[in-house]
């Protein structure tokens, strides 16, 4: 699939999640192996602070992991293990996951991610992560 | 505090976030260093194949360590860490995340969780984690 | 495999690995799915502040979790990761990892270890880690 | 400091360090920040099946970051986590370990870093990884 192809199936795949409907995660830039997921900062996504809850960053960087290493092999896949970094507070207008597969072997597909709070028009580094996914069938 | 002002006091202050409210993230056990978080299963928090979404798992064990964390320590804390194994389908009536602080130190605490989905009344181990968080002031 | 024999079984495995030779890692309890690995310090395993080298904690947990993993699944099995808290400062006259399986699955084996060090007959934790293998064949 | 000095001084720092003059850790680059850890393969730190031992992929990846931290922010650190995930196996005639700092905070320092090993002069990626370290004093 060219680049045009691979984001047109995420986003038909993205429509099918109940959760990230609901959240509000826009695919918006793919091609095999990397992915971009936007989520527009609204108050239903706050913790106690009122910044976004440390459960949407994972699920962000979880997400585009799993985009990611779905569009590297062509197969479905499976989490299996996430972990996220939380370097700075969860604050901005929106909110944008990138992943990249660094390594899609046979039997495990290694890939990490970044997640960029917009701050004033400026990318500011809150998150980072990485995801082991496991290729179905 | 004894256990029944740690829980009163957790389920005020997990009202104030609001996507925890959202969501539907119930305190139903709490003393200080353990606590134990629900979530009832509805359809809005599935990924594709209706099962629940793993970053509603991260989120419950991110939120279920920082409270257990909070209870040991007393002040406000921030998670710096959190990594989750996903061991088995999110499939089930409800969830329920239980939490305890391994270490309490003065510059970081270290927190351990399992989550369990209730697949007909029989609890299933779903995901384990673990979260660092940072105490404030 | 009955204990003992599983034990006598990882202490063969144990001695064909030339770094756990020069480390000095002894298997002192095993039966399927939990092992305990022990040890003695000696000032060559130490970093600059003269304390067991955070890596050696590592190599306890990942050694100790192969273990485990091996002998609840009974074929060779590969580490794919690895995570280690470090909580307390890495003194003792010994240590000892205690692994234990936490789901055997088809395609990974999740595994958990606690490291504690022996300060005056007193085991004080100083490690937790987690460890995912992959069963091989 | 400028790079020559961050250089040297992290070299005459790794010779205080027993475990690491064992096992023939070399500094071979450094600057605020950035560090590259180069380790000669020799039968000694070999497992079962005579490639690296994953404790020595987490040792790599633990010193180099924690070399790296120390260069950004000149005081010095303790790991407080390392997690690994070896996405090749350990074969090549050297191993290099390159690490930097992601984000240097008051409380915490992130740090991520990658091994190759050298098969036959091309560098072959056989582990990611990400530390976190506490600034003291």
């Known amino acids: 699939m060219d680049a045009a192809a691979v984001l047109d199936h995420l986003r038909r795949l993205n429509a099918t999640a109940a959760f990230n409907r609901w959240a509000g995660f826009e695919v918006v830039a793919a091609q095999p192996g990397e992915v971009a997921l936007r989520l527009p900062w609204r108050a239903d996504l706050g913790q106690y602070a009122g910044t976004l809850h440390a459960g949407l960053m994972s699920a962000l960087v979880d997400t585009a ?13 499976v989490a299996s293990h996430c972990a996220v970094d939380y370097v700075a507070p969860g604050t901005g207008t929106a909110f944008v996951a990138t992943a990249r597969v660094v390594k899609a072997g046979r039997r495990q597909i290694f890939t990490r991610a ?5 701050r ?5 580094l809150i998150a980072i992560g990485s995801t ?3 290729p179905l069938g």
Chains 1, 2, 3, 4 share one sequence.
């Open 120 to 124: 004033d028009g400026e990318p500011v």
């Open 132 to 134: 082991i996914l496991i």
């Open 114 to 118: 970044e997640v960029h709070g917009d």
């Open 65 to 77: 992991c799993g985009y990611a290493a779905h569009t590297a092999v062509g197969s479905r896949v």
